[in-house]
């Protein structure tokens, strides 16, 4: 079946530092792949996506390549801010030929960051 | 404005009462789906459904009930909640037929089950 993983955390960072969490991913066929992102006391709220290989999404400031021959998405951000800090979600979709099997969440990963 | 809601958003209940959560989405989404999100566990999916009077069992259908009659609405039943239901529960949709696979979240429901 599908599955997602990503780094946990929590990733403490300070201000203006460089980001990088992980994403991997094992899937059939050709899923789309998404970064949703959590901030506290809050729902999900779709951050990136791409659907295709070589795709980049992008989005206030964050990056994502879809990766097919390393089966990765890693989130990318050059300079983070205080207002930045949120759980993260990696995830990608089911659907195949009409099905639908929902979106595979990785467990989340908490970024902290310091002033 | 294009949303998805539920209600209510906290809910404290006792074992074996019975209690519906509400999910409406204004945007026309064939697809919805409920999911509960645990710590250390992320998100799962709980039931989906591809349209209306379909619904399907996701990863973690026991003790769950859903139903579909409406386009706009899906609710998430439990018929005898249990402590191990208490949980941050998501509502979600989408239109897979209109190309879109990008799902949007409802604002979450708390539940405490005692």
């Known amino acids: 079946g599908n599955s997602v993983t990503q780094m946990e955390g929590p990733v403490t960072l300070s201000e203006e530092a460089f980001l990088t969490i992980n994403c991997t991913y094992t899937?059939?066929?050709?899923?789309?792949l998404f970064w949703y992102v959590q901030y506290p006391g809050e729902g999900l709220q779709l951050l990136l996506k791409a659907t295709k290989a070589d795709d980049k999404g992008s989005n206030k400031g964050f990056e994502a390549t879809y990766r097919k021959e390393t089966t990765s998405f890693h989130l990318e951000k050059g300079s983070v801010q205080v207002s930045d800090s949120a759980v993260y979600f990696c995830?990608?979709?089911?659907?195949?030929?009409?099905?639908?099997?929902?979106?595979?969440f990785g467990k989340g990963t908490h970024l902290i960051i310091q002033p | 404005e294009a949303q998805v809601t539920q209600n209510p958003r906290y809910l404290i209940t006792v074992t074996g009462k019975k209690l519906t959560v509400t999910c409406s989405q204004n945007m026309n989404h064939e697809y919805m789906s409920w999911y509960r999100q645990d710590p250390g566990l992320g998100l799962r999916q709980i039931y989906y459904?591809?349209?209306?009077?379909?619904?399907d069992k996701g990863d973690v259908p026991e003790g769950y009930k859903v139903s579909r009659k409406e386009k706009r609405n899906f609710p998430l039943i439990l018929e005898s909640p249990s402590p191990n239901q208490t949980s941050l529960y998501f509502c979600?949709?989408?239109?897979?037929?209109?190309?879109?696979?990008?799902?949007?979240f409802g604002p979450g429901t708390r539940l405490t089950v005692l």
């Open positions: 995830a990608l979709n089911g659907y195949s030929g009409g099905g639908a099997d929902g979106l595979t």
């Open positions: 899937a059939t066929g050709y899923p789309s």
């Open positions: 459904s591809m349209n209306v009077e379909v619904t």
């Open positions: 979600a949709s989408s239109s897979p037929l209109s190309g879109t696979d990008t799902q949007y």
